[in-house]
């Protein structure tokens, strides 16, 4: 597609249940980043994919946080047995990843709200 | 540990008149430095690259590598200005990008 698309784009949820967020990124953009922001907070950084690997999940902020990257494409940020703390918008990026041109593209973001 | 600050969450400044917002960064290395700008009801998107030394919408920013900052700064502020703006730094070693807190520019008519 012609940009960063993510879904849902507002979710609404019990806590204790398991969400799903998903991300397309731009095609042939082989890194791919997930955001937090919380409300009044800046981006924080969560897992970073080369391809369809993770070489650093170092932001996740508990277990109970996963993503996965197939194709090189579409990735999943995957949170189990959410809590309150979780409500946040969830940013996905996508870039080349090559020397000086490491430009993200955002999508819209996926708004998280946990009851 | 890479860390980038912005000192200033609020910033409120008259039009025309000049604006700086404040961004200091800790990295052992040569960084590539950035800032991204959030419009009302918009994505987040590119601002300035320092690597380009470019001029977007009037807004400039210098890499001083000695005070570790990378300030955005523009002569004339307008009322168009007004957005949420943030610094990041990406690592070349561990291929990530972080981000400041953000500083959000309120210019008055």
């Known amino acids: 597609g012609a940009g960063v698309s993510q879904s849902p784009s507002n979710k609404v949820t019990e806590k204790g249940k398991d969400v799903e967020l998903r991300c397309d990124p731009i095609s042939g953009h082989t890194a791919l980043y997930w955001y937090r922001q919380r409300l009044g907070q800046g981006l924080e950084f969560l897992i970073y994919f080369q391809g369809n690997s993770a070489p650093d999940k170092s932001g996740l902020p508990s277990d109970r946080f996963s993503a996965e990257r197939t194709g090189e494409s579409v990735s999943t940020l995957t949170i189990q047995r959410t809590q309150q703390e979780d409500s946040a918008v969830y940013l996905c990026a996508s870039s080349l990843d090559t020397s000086g041109a490491n430009v993200l593209t955002f999508g819209a973001g996926s708004r998280l709200t946990v009851l | 540990a890479q860390r980038v600050t912005q000192p200033e969450k609020l910033l409120s400044v008259f039009k025309g008149a000049p604006v700086e917002l404040k961004c200091n960064y800790s990295?052992?290395?040569?960084?590539?430095l950035f800032w991204y700008v959030q419009y009302s009801r918009q994505r987040l998107q590119l601002l300035l690259r320092h690597i380009s030394r470019e001029s977007i919408k009037g807004f400039t920013a210098d890499l001083n590598k000695g005070e570790t900052s990378f300030h955005l700064k523009k002569p004339f502020a307008q009322e168009e200005d007004s957005a949420m703006y943030y610094c990041a730094l990406h690592s070349r070693r561990g291929f990530k990008t972080i981000f400041g807190a953000g500083t959000r520019l309120f210019v008055k008519a």
């Open positions: 990295y052992s290395g040569s960084p590539e």
